[in-house]
Nanobody, 121 residues
């Protein structure tokens, strides 16, 4: 029901925009988050946006470089990533939270399959 896309290889300093398209239900009233899992590491929080788009949160490691946004008419959430670093290399997952959500995986009810981002130095 959540389909993440837009990943791929990119050089350090470059940019990518990830998309998370929802299908099967409307996620316009859900908080939406992006998480990532680097090789050999646990999945970690990246960014969150409230259902209205009025509130956003970011991990310190991406603050100022990544921007989360959403288009409820298109049932899609975006993650604009710029000034990418090799340490941003990971599989990126989008997730939807029916009640709040923000920092923790257990707060999210639905997960996409992930899209891989590889940043080369």
């Amino acid at each position: 029901q959540l389909q993440a896309s837009g990943g791929g290889p990119v050089e350090a300093g470059g940019a990518l925009r990830l998309s998370c398209a929802a299908s099967g239900r409307t996620f316009s009233r859900y908080g939406m988050g992006w998480f990532r899992q680097a090789p050999g590491k646990e999945r970690e929080f990246v960014a969150f946006i409230s259902w209205s788009g009025d509130s956003t949160k970011y991990a310190d490691s991406v603050k100022g470089r990544f921007t989360i946004s959403r288009d409820n008419a298109k049932n899609t959430v975006y993650l604009q990533m710029s000034s990418l670093k090799p340490e941003d290399t990971a599989v990126y997952y989008c997730a939807a939270a029916a009640r709040g959500g923000i920092w923790y995986e257990h707060e999210y009810d639905y997960w996409g399959q992930g899209t891989e981002v590889t940043v080369s130095s």
